[in-house]
């Protein structure tokens, strides 16, 4: 939540950072801001709105220099307004700041600061912090950076700015994710690699605690206590081309086109067909660890907690492990009991999900081991976990989770195998699993042809007011996953609901205004999803099904029917999610949505 940018070189920093602006804005899109140091003085922009807000208002009044600081913002302290857009100045005016974060004791530390003088002029928590250091600032900005900070409570990325050091930015992070871009005579700070692989490929993560100085040739890393550290440099593994749009209108829609090669880069390497099982060499536990484990914890949020829910049944179903999940926001303040034998894992496609982590460091606290699956390398829960496997799936930019999905999903089957084989999993059923998740790229392909037969049911319900997500075993997350998909990106009422569960509350809501989507492929419950689709028929309730090619039962019975080839059922999830990413893509379009960044949300939940 909340991306911030800073450049340090030769060239002027406006453009490069209103660059990088756009390629965070997915983290945030309230309100954005530059400030450079211009000859001993700040040219300091900001402004209510998305990017080209900012964009237009620095052609009318450009912001010179070759140093500066940018953020776009998600709201958390003050409603979305240019006063509460950041950077933020301190008394003095000399020291400007960006911050990701929340300083919980803001209010204590503007009592005291009110009192010795300090007026503010926003409402935020970060204005407290740029004011904090300008108290400490005697000659040394770093020293003032490191002094405040040791006074705040809660979670903060930085960058901060002096107009009598105009050749250098201070970063620093607890909580909230920064990092150092090395360029060739510039250097960046960055929430995130896609505001700056454009520039550069080289980066080192910051921890936790630590503090950087940043000049045009120089980066200096310390702790809190000052004391030295020797940052490590790695390759950002993807190119600036990966965060284009390319010829898609939207990145949610090149996300879902993206998923048959996504799913593919998720198994590449890990099917073991010899063995009839999956390798995930980066588990970092041995054959005696794994076959010990007897119970597992998924946690996660949003969309992949759903991939999580689909996880207790493929691993209670192969591996007949008991599994469980949770909202990672629970589990935190939960006292669960884990015992020794028991695996924790978090799911999270940007690995900076502030109650993901916090789970996690929990566990870790207790001295449990933990294991992440994640997507974007370097982000902190991959560094923080003992163990786990990246997706691969590139960077996903659409604020509505997608192709992060499937590749969890896959990740997840892979890991039922695996688990499952080491216990009662026979190597047919193995073999047979593997065979036919090579073929799910495939498959899924089929499906994305059928984007416009998809985009003409849409057309059909886009102006209902509600509708509901049904279906039983395996796709019951995924119909939590297409309820979700649908309310976040255009703002319809959906529930997702396990088909038989319906007749518990949700039915009352059926009526002729009110779309059904059931997720009834040829399966095992297929009969009694089928009973379940007849009673909201029953009351007049319109009804769209996800079906197997070629089910003309169905076809008969359904409103309106889109077709998915057919699979083993634990695999069901990686086809049927699909036709609902897309039936929500087109209802948010033609409801004149804009589905890449939804009101209200952000990408990366940096904050609790
Ligand atoms: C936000 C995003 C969702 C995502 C969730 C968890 O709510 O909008 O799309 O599923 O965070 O994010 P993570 O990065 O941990 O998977």
Redesign the pocket.
Known sequence: MCGIVGYVGKKPAQNILLEGLRRLEYRGYDSAGVCTVNDGKFDLRKKKGRINDLAALLRQQPAAGTTGIGHTRWATHGPPTDANAHPHLDQSGKIALVHNGVIENHQTLKDRLVAQGHQFISQTDTEVLAHLVGEYYKDDLVEAVRLALKEVVGTYGIAVVHRDHPKSIVGARRGSPLLIGIGRDENFLASDVSAIVAHTRRVVYLNDFEIVTLTRDNFEVTNIEAGAVSPEIKEIEFKAEDVERGKYPHFMLKEIFEQPQTVQNAFRGRLNFDEATAKLGGLNLTPAELRAVDRIIFI??????HSGMVAKYLLEDLARIPTEWDHASEFRYRNSPIEKHTLVFA???????ID?LAAIRECRRKGHKTLGIV?VVGSTIAREVDGGTYMHAGPEIG???TK?FTSQLTILTLLAVLMGRMRHLAGTRGTEILRELERIPGKIERILQQSDAIAAVAKKYCEANSFLFLARQYNFPVALEGALKLK?ISYIHAEGYPAAEMKHGPIALVDPRTPSVFICPKNSVYDKTMANIEEVKARKGPVIVVATEGDTELLSKADDLIEIPATLDCLEPLLTVVPLQLLAYHIAILRGCDVDKPRN?????TVE
């Open positions: 996660a949020c949003g969309t992949a907690l799911i999270s496609q940007s690995g900076e999900t993901t997507n604020v509505a989770a992060s976040e949300l952000a990408k990366s939940v």
